[in-house]
C-alpha cells in the first residue's frame, strides 16, 4: 500500500518543523486536573493561532482544509514530537463531525470557531446511572417549552464534565412508542446554566475531572437542537461511529506509544536481567500491532476518500484499538516493575484511562454482537 499522497511529505515537513519549535519542553500537568485543564486550554489556543488545531477543518472554522490523509499525517507527527493530549477530543472527534453532518449553517458558524481555538470545551454527556451501552433505554427528558426545552435527569461518566463549558447528549422528548429510539433528541446544553449540578466522580488516580450531571429544568433554546426533533437516535448513531472509527484513536497515538515503549526495552534490556523474552515478544506483538493499525486506517482513510463509509464495520476497529491499548500500557509498566505502577507517570496515567477503553464509545460486548450480527450474519446472541 502507497501511504505517500501528493503534497503530503510537505505537509509533514511544515507540521514537525512548527512542533519542534513549538511543544513545550516540559509535559503539562494531567489534563485531568484543573491546573493541567488550563494548561491545555492554553495549548488548544496555541495551536489554533497557526491553524493546527482542526487541520481538516475548513478554513472558514479555523481549519486548514487538508484532507483525511494529511490528518493521519498531522495525528502521526503530533504525537511523534510528544505534543499534549488534546483537551478538546470530545468536541473535534465527536461534536464536530455531528454538526458537519447534521447542523444548520448557523450552528456551525457559532459552534466550530469556538471549539477550534479551545474557548469553549465540550463533553459528552450520553450515558446515564442505568443507560450505559444500552443508550436507548435513557430517562432524562427534554420538554418542550417557550422557544426552546427544559432538561431534567441524571447524566454520569462524563470525561472532563469537572471543568468542561458546555455538553451534548441526547434526550428523551416523546413517547418511546414501539421502540425505545424513537421520540429523542440531541441537544447542546452550557454546564453552566442555572439548574445544572456537576458532580465529580472518584477516579482510581484521585484526579478530580470525571464527573456526573444532575440538570433540574435547565432551559436550552430552539437553536441547540441539532436536528429534528425526535431523530436524536439516528443522529446519535453517527457520532459514534466516529467514536468507534477513526477519529476517537488515530493510528499516531499508537505508533508513538508503541516507538517509545520500544525505546523503553531496549535501555532494560542493556541491564543484567533483561533478557526476558516472553517480555521481548509482548514488545514485538506492539509494535505490530500499532503498524498494522496504522495500515487498516489508511485503507478505510481510501475508503472514506472514495466516498463510501464503514458502517458496522467501525465496530471492529473499537474492540481492537481498545484492548490493544491495554496490552500496550500493561507490558510497559512490567517492563518498568514496581516504580511503574508506582510513579505518577504518562505510562501509569494512560493504563489508567485505557482501562476504560473496552466500556467507553460502547462496551466491547455490544461491538462484539454488532459484529457477530451485522458483519457475520449471525443469530441475535444475549438481547
Same mark, same amino acid.
Given at each position: ?105 448557523e450552528q456551525r458558524a457559532r459552534v466550530l470557531p469556538a471549539m477550534a481555538s479551545g474557548e469553549v470545551i465540550w463533553a459528552q454527556a450520553w450515558s446515564e446511572p442505568e443507560s450505559g451501552s444500552d443508550l436507548a ?5 427534554? &420538554? @418542550?417549552?417557550? *422557544?426552546?426545552? =427544559? ?10 464534565? +469537572?471543568? !468542561?463549558? #458546555? ?80 477519529? &476517537? @484513536?488515530?493510528? *499516531?497515538?499508537? =505508533? ?10 531496549? +535501555?532494560? !534490556?542493556? #541491564? ?84 476504560? *477503553? ?13 459484529? +457477530? ?11
Amino acid at each position: 500500500m502507497d501511504l505517500d499522497h501528493a503534497g503530503e511529505a510537505a505537509f509533514r515537513a511544515e507540521a514537525r518543523a512548527w512542533l519542534a519549535a513549538n511543544v513545550p519542553a516540559e509535559p503539562l500537568p494531567s489534563l485531568e486536573t484543573e491546573k493541567g485543564f488550563a494548561a491545555h486550554r492554553a495549548w488548544e489556543a496555541r495551536l489554533h493561532a497557526d491553524r493546527w488545531s482542526v487541520v481538516s477543518w475548513p478554513r472558514e472554522y479555523g481549519g486548514r482544509g487538508v484532507d483525511i490523509f494529511s490528518w493521519l499525517v498531522f495525528e502521526e507527527e503530533y504525537y511523534a514530537a510528544g505534543a499534549p493530549g488534546r483537551v478538546s477530543q470530545n468536541g473535534i472527534n465527536l461534536l464536530a463531525p455531528t454538526l458537519f453532518d447534521h447542523a444548520t449553517e448557523e450552528q456551525r458558524a457559532r459552534v466550530l470557531p469556538a471549539m477550534a481555538s479551545g474557548e469553549v470545551i465540550w463533553a459528552q454527556a450520553w450515558s446515564e446511572p442505568e443507560s450505559g451501552s444500552d443508550l436507548a433505554s435513557l430517562k432524562s427528558r427534554a &420538554l @418542550r417549552t417557550d *422557544g426552546g426545552w =427544559l432538561l431534567s435527569g441524571q447524566k454520569t461518566w462524563s470525561s472532563r464534565a +469537572a471543568f !468542561a463549558d #458546555r455538553a451534548f447528549g441526547i434526550f428523551r422528548t416523546g413517547p418511546e412508542g414501539p421502540r425505545p429510539h424513537q421520540g429523542l433528541t440531541y441537544l447542546m446544553f452550557d454546564l453552566s446554566a442555572p439548574g445544572v449540578t456537576v458532580r465529580p466522580i472518584g477516579r482510581l488516580d484521585g484526579k478530580p475531572a470525571f464527573a456526573e450531571l444532575f440538570l433540574d429544568d435547565v432551559f436550552v433554546p430552539d437553536g441547540d437542537v441539532i436536528g429534528e426533533p425526535g431523530q436524536g437516535w439516528r443522529i446519535a448513531m453517527s457520532t459514534t461511529g466516529n467514536e468507534r472509527g477513526l477519529t &476517537l @484513536r488515530s493510528p *499516531g497515538r499508537f =505508533l508513538a506509544a508503541a516507538e517509545r515503549l520500544l525505546r523503553q526495552w531496549r +535501555a532494560t !534490556a542493556e #541491564r543484567p536481567d533483561g533478557h526476558d523474552t516472553a517480555l521481548r515478544d509482548r514488545v514485538a506483538d506492539a509494535v505490530i500491532g500499532a503498524r498494522a493499525y496504522q495500515l487498516f486506517t489508511y485503507a478505510n482513510a481510501s475508503r472514506f476518500a472514495a466516498g463510501e463509509s464503514i458502517g458496522a464495520e467501525s465496530s471492529l476497529n473499537k474492540v481492537f484499538w481498545s484492548e490493544y491499548d491495554i496490552a500496550l500500557h500493561e507490558t510497559a509498566l512490567d517492563l518498568l516493575g514496581p516504580a511503574g505502577e508506582l510513579a505518577d507517570s504518562d505510562w501509569s496515567e494512560g493504563y489508567v484511562f485505557a482501562l476504560a *477503553g473496552p466500556i467507553y464509545a460502547g462496551t466491547n460486548e455490544i461491538q462484539r454482537d454488532i459484529i +457477530a450480527e451485522r458483519l457475520l450474519g449471525l443469530p441475535k446472541g444475549r438481547r
